[in-house]
């Protein structure tokens, strides 16, 4: 590598990578992006996944196994390996590590706070204060897009990064230079596929689509979705890792609807998923709009373009633009099911057109997304790194890690209170509701014995009446003979 000086770079992720035999996600996706581009150039890349994850692979490779972290031994691997060059797949991870004399990477490719409050993981204000401190570590940051540029300038400011020269470059996903060669099915062949998150909803798309499908009696709808297989969250720190919340695959189908030409299966690894791809004939991408949405580029899309398969995309994207100069697609109002079936009614009816559009989504990836081109600042980066100059803002004072700890550990402590004063509550409400119980056992009994007191008076009352009827129709006869002899003596006595 003349003229250059070879790096070692560790990176930090959380994402398992293609090739290691199971589904992966985006931020995977991109470490691999980074890991072949940094290769390419001659620099030695390590990467270190959480024990937790490498765990669950089977049989991981020796070079995995023997870099994975667990929360109290990252930093003790820096030492261990001594990289030139620290890169971390979201920020979460810098909390295991802390602020080390090292160039340092942010790969921030998404609005993670924003997921997080999608599906409901963790607490909003703790995760604020985390990402400022995170953020203020780091010497370059690695967005997707220029939206995700500007909704970070805000973080980094707070973060004390001097507004003056913001390091921030945009780095979209980066694919192989060598695209895989498609060999579509001859019956034409609608592709949805990915994780499940509760930001993302398709299912106008995908049920305009199949049903479609129903009537012309042609065509298939090919789904593949669940959850991640190494799917684990982190609390406001990074220290403990649990299960983060996602959707069920069935619930999600149930919106689709039940039909022969829904052909439907869990997650794949990424290179049968890229089977699958070059074996459609174009991708469904079309999701409601949401805040969520409006800043994404989601690696799912360029996934479809490197595969040349031409997609049915949303018109509101940063993407967008792109797909129509390419002619990489159809642009669709992401509300408007007619616009959706009229561009999947072209994808049947017109083969030379959708071929046309293949061609240009491969080119799009090609020109656009390969790993050379979408990481040459992070090339540029490691190969001349550059410390920063860390003047740390009046909120990074504020939310010192002294500080924050003092403010976590009362948080704690008054929260251990409230749990005591639950337990002494929900103990009360026990006991309460057992001598309730016992009370209105009691009085069922009594009422019970009450009852049949009141029937055994009614049947003797009854009783009674017959017997006093009786008695009064006795006194009736009697009476009725005593005045018949009463006449009778008087009339001897008018005789005699």
């Given at each position: 590598?003349p003229?250059?000086?070879?790096?070692?770079?560790?990176?930090?992720?959380?994402?398992?990578?293609?090739?290691?035999?199971?589904?992966?996600?985006?931020?995977?996706?991109?470490?691999?992006?980074?890991?072949?581009?940094?290769?390419?150039?001659?620099?030695?890349?390590?990467?270190?996944?959480p024990?937790?994850?490498?765990?669950?692979?089977?049989?991981?490779?020796?070079?995995?196994?023997?870099?994975?972290?667990?929360?109290?031994?990252?930093?003790?691997?820096?030492?261990?390996?001594?990289?030139?060059?620290?890169?971390?797949?979201?920020?979460?991870?810098?909390?295991?590590?802390?602020?080390?004399?090292l160039?340092?990477?942010?790969?921030?490719?998404?609005?993670?706070?924003?997921?997080?409050?999608?599906?409901?993981?963790?607490?909003?204000?703790?995760?604020?204060?985390?990402?400022?401190?995170?953020?203020?570590?780091?010497?370059?940051?690695?967005?997707?897009?220029?939206?995700?540029?500007?909704?970070?300038?805000?973080?980094?400011?707070?973060?004390?990064?001097?507004?003056?020269?913001?390091?921030?470059?945009?780095?979209?996903?980066?694919?192989?230079?060598?695209?895989?060669?498609?060999?579509?099915?001859?019956?034409?062949t609608?592709?949805?596929?990915?994780?499940?998150?509760?930001?993302?909803?398709?299912?106008?798309?995908?049920k305009?689509?199949l049903?479609?499908?129903?009537?012309?009696?042609?065509?298939?709808?090919?789904?593949?979705?669940?959850?991640?297989?190494?799917?684990?969250?982190?609390?406001?720190?990074?220290?403990?890792?649990?299960?983060?919340?996602?959707?069920?695959?069935?619930?999600?189908?149930?919106?689709?609807?039940?039909?022969?030409?829904?052909?439907?299966?869990?997650?794949?690894n990424?290179?049968?998923?890229v089977?699958?791809?070059?074996?459609?004939?174009?991708?469904?991408?079309?999701?409601?709009?949401?805040?969520?949405?409006?800043?994404?580029?989601?690696?799912?899309?360029?996934?479809?373009?490197?595969?040349?398969?031409?997609?049915?995309?949303?018109?509101?994207?940063?993407?967008?633009?792109?797909?129509?100069?390419?002619?990489?697609?159809?642009l669709?109002?992401p509300?408007?099911?007619?616009?959706?079936?009229?561009?999947?009614?072209?994808?049947?009816?017109?083969?030379?057109?959708?071929?046309?559009?293949?061609?240009?989504?491969?080119?799009?990836?090609?020109?656009?997304?390969?790993?050379?081109?979408?990481?040459?600042?992070?090339?540029?980066?490691?190969e001349?790194?550059?410390?920063?100059?860390?003047?740390k803002?009046?909120?990074?004072?504020?939310?010192?890690?002294?500080?924050?700890?003092?403010?976590?550990?009362?948080?704690?402590?008054?929260?251990?209170?409230?749990?005591?004063?639950?337990d002494?509550?929900?103990?009360?409400?026990?006991?309460?509701?057992?001598?309730?119980?016992?009370?209105?056992?009691?009085?069922?009994?009594?009422?019970?014995?009450?009852?049949?007191?009141?029937?055994?008076?009614?049947?003797?009352?009854?009783?009674?009446?017959?017997e006093l009827?009786?008695?009064?129709?006795?006194?009736?006869?009697?009476?009725?003979?005593?005045?018949?002899?009463?006449?009778?003596?008087?009339?001897?006595?008018?005789?005699?």
């Open positions: 590598m003229g250059r000086v070879r790096r070692r770079v560790l990176i930090f992720s959380t994402e398992p990578v293609p090739g290691l035999g199971i589904p992966v996600g985006g931020g995977g996706v991109r470490v691999h992006g980074m890991m072949k581009a940094l290769a390419a150039r001659g620099h030695e890349v390590i990467l270190s996944l024990k937790a994850v490498v765990d669950q692979l089977q049989n991981p490779p020796t070079w995995v196994k023997d870099s994975a972290h667990t929360p109290d031994s990252a930093k003790s691997l820096i030492t261990r390996l001594l990289p030139d060059v620290l890169i971390y797949e979201q920020w979460t991870l810098t909390a295991w590590v802390g602020d080390v004399p160039p340092t990477v942010i790969d921030i490719p998404g609005p993670l706070i924003l997921e997080n409050l999608y599906r409901g993981h963790g607490n909003f204000s703790q995760n604020v204060i985390a990402k400022v401190q995170a953020l203020s570590m780091a010497d370059l940051f690695l967005v997707s897009s220029a939206a995700q540029k500007k909704y970070h300038v805000p973080w980094l400011l707070m973060a004390g990064v001097d507004y003056r020269n913001i390091p921030v470059e945009i780095a979209p996903v980066g694919f192989d230079p060598q695209l895989p060669e498609r060999h579509p099915s001859k019956e034409p609608f592709f949805y596929g990915g994780l499940l998150w509760p930001w993302q909803d398709p299912h106008l798309a995908l305009t689509t049903d479609l499908l129903e009537k012309r009696n042609h065509g298939l709808l090919r789904v593949i979705v669940g959850s991640h297989s190494t799917n684990i969250g982190f609390d406001a720190r990074s220290r403990y890792t649990k299960s983060m919340p996602t959707l069920s695959r069935g619930e999600f189908l149930s919106k689709i609807g039940s039909s022969g030409r829904l052909l439907a299966s869990d997650l794949l990424f290179e049968e998923l089977t699958e791809l070059c074996a459609s004939t174009a991708a469904i991408d079309v999701m409601t709009t949401n805040s969520e949405r409006e800043l994404a580029f989601p690696t799912r899309t360029v996934t479809y373009l490197w595969a040349g398969l031409p997609v049915i995309h949303p018109k509101n994207t940063e993407l967008a633009p792109l797909i129509e100069e390419y002619n990489a697609g159809w669709v109002d509300d408007d099911a007619e616009q959706i079936r009229a561009a999947a009614v072209e994808v049947i009816e017109n083969h030379r057109e959708t071929e046309r559009r293949a061609e240009g989504a491969a080119k799009l990836a090609r020109e656009r997304f390969t790993w050379d081109i979408t990481y040459h600042r992070l090339i540029k980066f490691v001349a790194p550059v410390k920063r100059k860390r003047d803002s009046p909120i990074i004072e504020l939310l010192s890690h002294d500080r924050f700890d003092r403010l976590l550990g009362r948080f704690d402590s008054l929260l251990g209170i409230y749990e005591t004063e639950m002494k509550h929900r103990a009360l409400s026990l006991e309460t509701h057992r001598e309730l119980a016992l009370e209105l056992a009691e009085l069922t009994t009594s009422s019970q014995l009450v009852k049949s007191r009141l029937e055994t008076q009614r049947t003797e009352v009854e009783n009674l009446e017959k009827a009786r008695i009064e129709d006795s006194i009736a006869r009697i009476s009725g003979i005593l005045s018949a002899e009463k006449k009778s003596l008087d009339s001897d006595e008018q005789n005699g």
